[in-house]
């Protein structure tokens, strides 16, 4: 499976897989019909783009939806298309900017420090 990439709605839908595991392409319509309104034409439409994407497996009898990637591997790729796309591909660009305009407490100091001591193999680096 290759890099999958997943727009807003389609996340809607992996975000009701992810919290159930499985559910019916039927109560995935109930669901989001109630929440945001999409009428079942719709969310049938985007459970096959899923499914399509390799994001969805379907099982049947009962057009059963399970996720076949995991949050955190979305999560992953969403943000290194982020950093490519804004940032040049760079974490420590896109840490400079974003904490420039941020006013962090000790412990968030101290909680930053710890995670680049980890990253950085227990080595302490300097903040």
């Known amino acids: 499976m290759g890099e999958i990439r997943l727009h807003e709605g389609e996340l809607n ?7 159930n ?9 109930k669901i989001i019909k109630e929440y ?8 049938y439409t985007v459970i096959k ?8 497996i379907r099982e049947d009898p ?3 939806c399970r996720a076949n990637v995991t949050k955190r591997k979305i999560q992953d790729i969403e943000t290194q298309a ?3 796309q804004l940032y040049n591909g760079s974490v420590s660009n896109f840490i400079t900017a974003y904490l420039a ?27």
Request: aromatic residues 4%.
């Open 82 to 84: 982020l950093l490519n």
């Open 13 to 19: 839908v992996m975000e009701l897989l992810w919290s």
């Open 49 to 56: 783009r899923l499914i399509d994407k390799g994001a969805i």
């Open 62 to 64: 009962g057009f059963i």
């Open 101 to 127: 305009e941020q006013k962090l407490s000790g412990a968030d100091i101290a909680e930053l420090k710890k995670i680049i001591s980890s990253q950085s193999g227990g080595k302490q680096e300097k903040l």
């Open 21 to 29: 595991k499985a559910l019916a392409a039927k109560d995935i319509a």
């Open 36 to 43: 945001i309104g999409w009428e079942k034409n719709t969310t």
